[in-house]
């Protein structure tokens, strides 16, 4: 007889390109793995708030302080549109908050290293924004419908959040000599955690295989890292900027840029906890979260309270 609520048949769809709904028949392990991704991704977006929140004060014009304001406030709703699409899955937004405080989850690397002075926010919308577009361009066809809806709305705003970045690294490197060298010390300090951003080599990555069974990636790793080298260092190029790694070089017969070692030492060090920011970052967010509970508070109050009347004149 023919099952729909087997794991073959849902193989089947996924082998066919078609989306896994919220209300579909899927395997445990697909739903777990979709909630660690996806609940990792929504933490990354917000506490990736914090390195250019830091700026808002001190951005150099009114008009680069309303663009900064514009790309952070987007990137609070990706959180919002990802705990979202992770909450039809079965866990609710305070479990996950929950595991991001307790550290049980993750979130980006990259978010662990501090923003120096405004280069830094001309190397994170370039280069870190730049990095997450790769990956999330690659992740709109991913096999889950919510996540892939949420990353197709997501792009559309990441590609704005790239020029930012890239239009002021372009400004500073057409003024003085300090603004060039303050443009190549964030390019410097930026571009091998940006590399990271991708996680480990394919071969060191444990969960590609079901990733990509599952068809939640749809490139790996390294193929999406290799995108990104190949496309930023002709935009480095054009601006005047080094690549701060000594073994970029064209490869011809393979059409793509090699580059040397990624550090993965201090990867896993920062991953585990024991980045430059690790703490601040995560203190930041409970203290906040704490001090916004009365807000929530209030919120669930007007809720019932609105229920209730809805109910009575039913
Ligand atoms: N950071 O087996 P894999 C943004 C962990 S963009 C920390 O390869 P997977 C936009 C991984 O979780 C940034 N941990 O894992 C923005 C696993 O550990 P676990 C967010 C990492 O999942 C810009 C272990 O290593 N984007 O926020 C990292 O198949 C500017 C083994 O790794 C996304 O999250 C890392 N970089 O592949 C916002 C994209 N890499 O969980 C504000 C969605 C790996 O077992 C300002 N996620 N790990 O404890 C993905 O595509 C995938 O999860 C990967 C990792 C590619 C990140």
């Known amino acids: 007889m023919h099952n729909e609520h087997t794991d073959s048949h849902f193989q089947k769809r996924i082998d066919d390109g078609e989306h896994i709904e919220p209300k579909d028949y899927m395997p445990d392990g697909y739903r777990k793995h979709l909630i660690r991704q996806m609940s990792q991704h929504a933490h990354s977006e917000v506490i990736g708030m914090q390195p250019e929140g830091n700026w808002i004060t001190r951005a150099p014009s009114l008009r680069a302080k309303q663009i900064l304001l514009a790309k952070i406030q987007d990137e609070g709703g990706h959180g919002l549109y990802l705990y979202s699409a992770a909450e039809t899955l079965g ?5 996950m908050i929950e595991q991001l405080h307790t550290g049980k989850a993750k979130y980006s690397n990259i978010f662990n290293y501090p923003a120096l002075n405004w280069a830094d926010i001309g190397a994170i919308g370039w280069l870190v924004d730049g990095a997450a577009i790769v990956n999330q361009v690659s992740l709109q066809r ?3 419908g919510p996540y892939s809806r949420a990353m197709v709305r997501i792009c559309k705003e990441e590609s704005f959040h790239q020029r930012q970045g890239y239009e002021i690294m372009a400004r500073m490197m057409k003024g003085t000599k300090d603004q060039q060298a303050m443009a190549q010390d964030a390019m410097n300090r930026w571009w091998w955690p940006a590399l990271m951003m991708f996680g480990p080599h394919d071969i060191d990555s444990p969960h590609s295989g079901d990733a990509v069974k599952w068809k ?4 790996s790793n390294d193929t999406l890292r290799q995108k990104f080298i190949d496309k930023t260092v002709q935009q480095a190029e054009l601006i005047g900027l080094v690549m701060p790694d000594k073994d970029i070089k064209w490869n011809e017969s393979k059409g793509h840029y090699d580059h040397g070692k990624i550090d993965w030492d201090e990867f896993h060090r920062v991953i585990k906890g024991n980045g430059p920011c690790n703490k601040q970052r995560l203190d930041h967010h409970i203290n906040y979260f704490n ?3 009365w807000v929530r508070d209030a919120a669930e109050a007007y809720k019932i309270k609105h229920l209730k009347e809805e109910l009575v004149i039913a």
């Open 91 to 95: 866990i609710s937004r305070a479990e």
């Open 142 to 144: 991913t096999s889950f």
């Open 216 to 219: 939640i990636k749809r490139e």
């Open 291 to 293: 001090e916004g509970a």
